[in-house]
């Protein structure tokens, strides 16, 4: 039964990971098609934004699902490498991140095309967000920010437990520390349960902060946006891997 719920588990990851890169080929391909004919691309570019958010919600469900049979492994998940897992938040990616990227990449462009702004020159992308967008997203920022104080508060009460009654009590009463215990399954089974809520309310805020952000920004500035994230993505698990081939990690 292990062995089954361990390959579905890193099915859904493989699956995920397979489904992002042929994504992201569809998005950077929108991409250079609006950058290259001139021609309005709005609702191809919003109906690209609203198939990858649906693809994101329905990878958060059926990790969930799987989630509810075992949830520590996602916690500490072996199908990552050492570098993603490094990073992890409540299961993945802090939602917040999501709006870093969005500074960043608004940044970056800015810079690089300071000269053609300067002309009078304009492409639509993040480097000329609206001063309503940008007062959107700090504020959309600031409330993902308080809803991440609370579930990381929720998450280390449930890591402090482990240090209190009852599972402390049962440890501490047991014969030997390798003795089967009935009262500590029960307890463990537990501490699931609530870890398991926690996992689905952290991928719904990572869920509805993107979903909130790409209804903030234009259909090509959303595109842009997801198909950073993606790469960036796919990126650090290549890099990973890389990584612990390096340092004999497998």
């Given at each position: ?9 890193l ?29 309005d ?7 690209l934004?609203?198939k ?15 989630a ?15 570098l ?7 299961g ?18 800015i810079s ?34 308080r ?71 234009t ?32």
């Amino acid at each position: 039964m292990e062995d089954g719920d361990e390959g579905s588990r890193l099915s859904c990851f493989r699956e995920w990971m397979s489904l992002q890169e042929q994504d992201l080929s569809e998005l950077l391909q929108s991409l250079r098609l609006n950058d290259v004919d001139g021609d309005d691309h709005t609702a191809e570019l919003s109906q690209l934004v609203e198939k990858n958010i649906r693809h994101f919600q329905e990878y958060v469900g059926r990790r969930v699902n799987l989630a509810r049979e075992d949830v520590c492994p996602y916690f500490s998940p072996t199908w990552c490498t050492s570098l993603e897992g490094s990073m992890l938040w409540a299961g993945g990616c802090r939602p917040s991140i999501f709006i870093r990227l969005v500074y960043a990449l608004s940044g970056k462009e800015i810079s690089s095309r300071l000269d053609e702004y300067l002309l009078g020159n304009r492409t639509g992308g993040l480097g000329e967000l609206s001063s309503s967008q940008i007062n959107s997203i700090n504020s959309l920022q600031l409330k993902t920010i308080r809803e991440e104080e609370k579930l990381s508060s929720k998450l280390a009460s449930t890591q402090e437990e482990m240090a209190d009654q009852p599972i402390a009590i049962i440890a501490k009463e047991l014969g030997a520390h390798s003795e089967a215990s009935t009262e500590a399954d029960e307890a463990l089974n537990t501490l699931a349960v609530s870890m398991t809520s926690m996992l689905e309310e952290a991928d719904n805020l990572r869920l509805n902060t993107l979903k909130e952000l790409t209804s903030i920004l234009t259909p090509v500035q959303a595109v842009d946006l997801i198909a950073t994230g993606k790469k960036l993505h796919l990126c650090i698990n290549a890099w990973g891997r890389r990584r612990d081939q390096e340092h004999g990690r497998h």
